[in-house]
């Protein structure tokens, strides 16, 4: 029986032995694991910062790979293992160069630990230069500097919500509250966040309801960007974001019953020659729509994008075979030049065909 015991005991000393190898590992302990850079300028060049990562396990740890999510940030890190009770630095730097605004950057760190990865973060505001401000946001207010100013879509489905964004830099010193002065129904504007910090950036966009604009074809839209000063006395500055949307008809649900019933806008002639433009004098013109199809033809608009030229359609329901005027007029102290050479759209239901084009062509004596 004692020799029994003994190999028990001896079995049960050499599992305590195993169990406590299999138990000691690392522990990743870290300083802090987000670091922020606050406010700068860009000419004060790159950035640095250092993450201390302690041992505080009972085992070797080691530092397996670093990841950098962006080419603007590189780490430095210790290849050799890390001894239990030891530390080991980690440093990151940042290199601002044309990248004005805030900013936040991941650092991913695999170790020989559980959980095997850690997420480091920087981050911060950094003021362009104004090279680096008009390479950016090249159209500027005051000191709200933006992406852009015009945004346009090729053709938006009525009933579709379209949107669009762009976005604002404060290069000032003073922080700015963002308004926006929009006598459209059809569009809502928003801006995130609506208050500016100096260097920091405003995310801008504009909803475009095509249900609620009365309007068919290009709608030629501006809402005015106002931004006031928080802390001062200056005037606001304004700036005006030019949203340009073709709203047209959903035809794809049509079947080929739908489309042998449906209307036929016919208009007769591809151009209208006005020979009697004369400087100072409105003149005037025709153009006769006719619906040749077998259902009423609705008369959406009857338009032009030049400003010397006017038009207005006597109606805009047409059963078949009935005809609409549409009164055509050029202000020639518009017209660019002493040619006129320009186009209006007439825009109808006429599921083959609802746009037709026609040229509108003079010279000015």
Known sequence: MTQVWRNIATIMLGAVALTGSIMAQPVASWNETTHDFGTFHESAGKKVCQFVLTNTGDSAMVITQVKTTC?????????????????????????????????????????????????LVIKGIMKGSEESVRRYFPVGSGDLHFTNLVMADDEVKKGMLRNNSITAYNSGTDTLVLTFDNNTSHINARAVPNTVAPGDISYMTFFFDTMRTPVWGINDDHITIVATPLHSDKAPTHADANIVVNVVEDFSNMTDDDLAKAPTCEVLTDKIVFDNLRAGEIAEGALSIKNSGKSNLIVRRVMSTDRAISTKCDKTLLKPSQEAIATIKVNPNKVSGNVLNSQITIITNDPLNPRVTIRVVGEIK
């Open 71 to 119: 080419g603007c940030t590189v780490a430095n890190f210790p290849t050799e293992p890390i001894a239990p009770g030891a530390s080991g630095t980690i440093e990151i730097t940042y290199s601002p160069t044309d990248r004005p605004g805030p900013f936040e950057k991941g650092v991913w760190v695999y170790t020989n630990t559980t959980p095997n990865r850690t997420r």
